[in-house]
């Protein structure tokens, strides 16, 4: 009896260890990579543990602390349910939609074991100034962030708002309307780090980027930034003991000093429409771009100034970037999808190719990141297929997993076994049969 109260009162720890949590939207070390293993093959009537269906419209990513899911939505408030695309708008520029209808801006946290919505916020009720892609964008594509004590939802033009985990309002802060290229919609996520959040607002005039006191959404510094439209989030990282704050852009890739906002170091070199974000492996960061002149700059850290054209550029690579998707990076390998649906595997020491835009078993389209987990490459297409693809130096499929009429444009989560699928209509967690006793026990 003793064993099993303490099983009963222990349960949320036993079952989700604090390893395998997912709090940021590449997961726990910024590079698409999980620790432990999901299933390989699931359907709707196998290893589908849960499914519940989402309100409105979002392509945020969910995040997991302990035993909650956190995802935003927005839900327009005359009640019209939000019309389906027609498939002449796949193609084209597709930019402005939902504006001028008003929303609610919507922050749900469910049970990750059984999907049960434990609570619902609504952070803001309000007209947003401009739209959407009609077919990849919504008012709710910015990731939240949690670093176990709080959750950061942001919305970007309609605000940041920060919640403890039960849900109680802690603080909240606005922003100036940000006016995106052709009204492609925002969608940077908040950036955590120690005591301080960052988060990027680049558009087409007054970009800036600000550090807010994550204790109290207090503003610590902001800087005017010489960008137009990008959407990639930043990345913290250290390099001999020195905390940096790398940005990807269209003009330029800076780092930032974390206390001041102060440029450390900046290199030009990336294509128009910046969207993948940067990675790190050792000293190395990596900052691409896949829309009009691509590029990947491989870049040493450890320099101040202007390093363009510089030998602190290590290798470029100008074939098969991804414009959307951001790359998974691990064991000296980057992978990264083309919209198109093109695999590459490049050495990230060197950035030559193990493969090459490698075609998958049939023409598919992204805009979901890859995901990996115990060597395996997990890709989410908007066409309701997962392809499971082997992680090394040659190209191999796996599995291909399939559940009908869903679409995957948000970026797929692992955590404790269990992978959490986010379509236009729900979110599916995938689980092994009998996880209930091993979850847990995946740490790598």
Same mark, same amino acid.
């Given at each position: 009896?003793?064993?099993?109260?303490?099983?009963?009162?222990?349960?949320?720890?036993?079952?989700?260890?604090?390893?395998?949590?997912?709090?940021?939207?590449?997961?726990?070390?910024?590079?698409?990579?999980?620790?432990?293993?999901?299933?390989?093959?699931?359907?709707?009537?196998?290893?589908?543990?849960?499914?519940?269906?989402?309100?409105?419209?979002?392509?945020?990513?969910?995040?997991?602390?302990?035993?909650?899911?956190?995802?935003?939505?927005?839900?327009?408030?005359?009640?019209?349910?939000?019309?389906?695309?027609?498939?002449?708008?796949?193609?084209?520029?597709?930019?402005?939609?939902?504006?001028?209808?008003?929303?609610?801006?919507?922050?749900?946290?469910?049970?990750?074991?059984?999907?049960?919505?434990?609570?619902?916020?609504?952070?803001?009720?309000?007209?947003?100034?401009?739209?959407?892609?009609?077919?990849?964008?919504?008012?709710?594509?910015?990731?939240?962030?949690?670093?176990?004590?709080?959750?950061?939802?942001?919305?970007?033009?309609?605000?940041?708002?920060?919640?403890?985990?039960?849900?109680?309002?802690?603080?909240?802060?606005?922003?100036?309307?940000?006016?995106?290229?052709?009204?492609?919609?925002?969608?940077?996520?908040?950036?955590?780090?120690?005591?301080?959040?960052?988060?990027?607002?680049?558009?087409?005039?007054?970009?800036?980027?600000?550090?807010?006191?994550?204790?109290?959404?207090?503003?610590?510094?902001?800087?005017?930034?010489?960008?137009?439209?990008?959407?990639?989030?930043?990345?913290?990282?250290?390099?001999?003991?020195?905390?940096?704050?790398?940005?990807?852009?269209?003009?330029?890739?800076?780092?930032?000093?974390?206390?001041?906002?102060?440029?450390?170091?900046?290199?030009?070199?990336?294509?128009?429409?910046?969207?993948?974000?940067?990675?790190?492996?050792?000293?190395?960061?990596?900052?691409?771009?896949?829309?009009?002149?691509?590029?990947?700059?491989?870049?040493?850290?450890?320099?101040?100034?202007?390093?363009?054209?510089?030998?602190?550029?290590?290798?470029?690579?100008?074939?098969?970037?991804?414009?959307?998707?951001?790359?998974?990076?691990?064991?000296?390998?980057?992978?990264?999808?083309?919209?198109?649906?093109?695999?590459?595997?490049?050495?990230?020491?060197?950035?030559?190719?193990?493969?090459?835009?490698?075609?998958?078993?049939?023409?598919?389209? =992204?805009? +979901?990141? %890859?995901?990996? &987990?115990? /060597?395996? @490459? *997990? !890709?989410?297409?908007?066409?309701?297929?997962?392809?499971?693809?082997?992680?090394?130096?040659?190209?191999?499929?796996?599995?291909?997993?399939?559940?009908?009429?869903?679409? =995957?444009? +948000?970026? %797929?989560?692992? &955590?404790? /076994?269990? @992978? *959490? !699928?986010?379509?236009?209509?729900?979110?599916?967690?995938?689980?092994?049969?009998?996880?209930?006793?091993?979850?847990?026990?995946?740490?790598?």
């Amino acid at each position: 009896m003793m064993i099993l109260l303490l099983i009963t009162l222990l349960s949320p720890y036993v079952l989700f260890a604090a390893e395998d949590d997912w709090p940021r939207w590449r997961g726990p070390n910024n590079d698409g990579m999980a620790r432990g293993d999901v299933p390989l093959e699931w359907s709707e009537n196998k290893n589908v543990a849960w499914r519940v269906a989402v309100p409105g419209r979002g392509f945020s990513s969910p995040v997991i602390w302990g035993d909650k899911i956190f995802l935003t939505t927005a839900i327009p408030t005359d009640g019209v349910p939000l019309p389906a695309e027609p498939e002449q708008e796949r193609r084209g520029p597709g930019g402005g939609a939902g504006a001028g209808r008003e929303h609610k801006f919507v922050v749900l946290c469910l049970s990750r074991e059984t999907g049960k919505v434990l609570w619902e916020r609504v952070a803001n009720v309000a007209t947003p100034h401009e739209g959407y892609h009609r077919r990849y964008g919504s008012f709710a594509s910015n990731s939240p962030v949690t670093d176990g004590r709080y959750v950061y939802a942001s919305f970007g033009s309609h605000g940041l708002y920060c919640y403890d985990l039960n849900g109680k309002l802690a603080w909240s802060k606005q922003f100036p309307p940000v006016r995106m290229r052709l009204q492609f919609g925002e969608g940077a996520p908040a950036v955590v780090d120690d005591e301080s959040l960052y988060l990027k607002f680049d558009q087409e005039e007054g970009s800036y980027m600000v550090a807010l006191d994550k204790r109290t959404g207090k503003e610590l510094w902001r800087v005017t930034r010489d960008e137009v439209s990008s959407w990639s989030p930043p990345l913290v990282v250290t390099h001999k003991g020195r905390k940096q704050v790398v940005v990807s852009a269209t003009t330029k890739v800076c780092a930032y000093e974390p206390a001041t906002g102060k440029i450390i170091w900046e290199c030009s070199g990336l294509g128009t429409n910046v969207i993948p974000a940067p990675v790190i492996q050792g000293d190395v960061v990596y900052a691409m771009s896949g829309h009009r002149n691509p590029n990947l700059l491989a870049i040493r850290l450890g320099r101040e100034g202007n390093l363009t054209g510089t030998d602190a550029i290590v290798w470029t690579n100008d074939r098969g970037n991804p414009y959307t998707a951001s790359p998974v990076l691990h064991n000296e390998k980057l992978y990264f999808v083309t919209d198109s649906g093109m695999l590459t595997c490049l050495n990230a020491r060197t950035g030559e190719a193990y493969y090459r835009q490698q075609r998958l078993p049939k023409p598919y389209n =992204f805009k +979901a990141s %890859p995901v990996g &987990a115990n /060597g395996k @490459l *997990y !890709l989410a297409t908007e066409d309701g297929d997962v392809v499971v693809v082997k992680m090394g130096e040659k190209y191999e499929v796996l599995a291909t997993n399939t559940l009908p009429d869903q679409t =995957f444009i +948000a970026t %797929p989560a692992i &955590a404790g /076994g269990s @992978l *959490y !699928l986010r379509s236009q209509e729900a979110l599916y967690c995938i689980r092994v049969a009998n996880d209930r006793q091993v979850a847990g026990s995946f740490s790598q």
